[in-house]
Each structure stands twice: as structure tokens, then as C-alpha cells.
């Protein structure tokens, strides 16, 4: 029998920006939830995105996927990209796979806030 793997994803506003939080297994049958809520929350427009991903317990390729899709789409938007990432399975994949160049990495929402608040106004 094989084991399910589930994912959670909430969503809550910050003054800084919108937080999409993620817990459980990202996998090509989880990565469909984070990509559907991160895009809605996208096209309402917000200041900033901050994706927390500190309570994912393992990151697939189809997690990195959606990573660069949102990479493309706030950079199309010019829209600030924070992720929160502080435990080695998401690391781990972001680092090999040269991601973390293409984000701002951070280890907790409040740094990624803090960054956000650094960033020039558009």
C-alpha cells in the first residue's frame, strides 16, 4: 500500500504582504494546491508574496516547479518574492537545484517581512 501524501496551504495577509503557508509533503500530488492558491492570491495583486515553507516535510521536483513558476509570475509583476524556508527539506532541493539564487531565502516570515520593508516602492 502506498502512503498518501497530504499538503495544506492557508493563506493570511501581513502588513507587508500576503503569506501563502504550506505544511506536509509538496510532490507531484500536492503541488497542484500551492500552485491554485499562490496564482489566486496573485492575481488579486498584492504588495508582496511571501511563500512559507517551513512546515514542508519533503520537496519534490513538481515543488521546485512550482517555485520557478512563481518566480516568472511576480518578476513578470514586479511583485517582491519572499520564501520561508529554515529545515533541510526544502533546503537541501533549493540549494541543489540553484533556486535560492532566484528568490529571497529567508528562515523566518518575519525576516522575509523585514526584507520586504527594504525593497524600493513601485
Keep these: 500500500m502506498t502512503e498518501e501524501r497530504t499538503l495544506t496551504v492557508r493563506v493570511r495577509t501581513v502588513p507587508e504582504a500576503v503569506v501563502v503557508a504550506a505544511a506536509g509533503d509538496l510532490d507531484i500530488g500536492t503541488a497542484p494546491v500551492l500552485r491554485a492558491r499562490a496564482r489566486a492570491v496573485l492575481d488579486d495583486r498584492p504588495g508582496a508574496l511571501i511563500v512559507d515553507l517551513d512546515e514542508i516535510g519533503f520537496c519534490g521536483s513538481a ?16 511583485v517582491p518574492l519572499a520564501v520561508v524556508a529554515d529545515r533541510h527539506p526544502v533546503l537541501r532541493v533549493v540549494r ?5 539564487g532566484a528568490f529571497a531565502l529567508h528562515a523566518t516570515v518575519d525576516d522575509a517581512c523585514d526584507w520586504i520593508r527594504r525593497q524600493p516602492k513601485r
Excluded: H, K, N
Design 96 to 100: 541543489l537545484s540553484r533556486l535560492d
Design 63 to 78: 515543488g521546485l516547479q512550482v517555485l520557478a513558476e512563481l518566480v516568472a509570475a511576480t518578476g513578470d509583476g514586479g
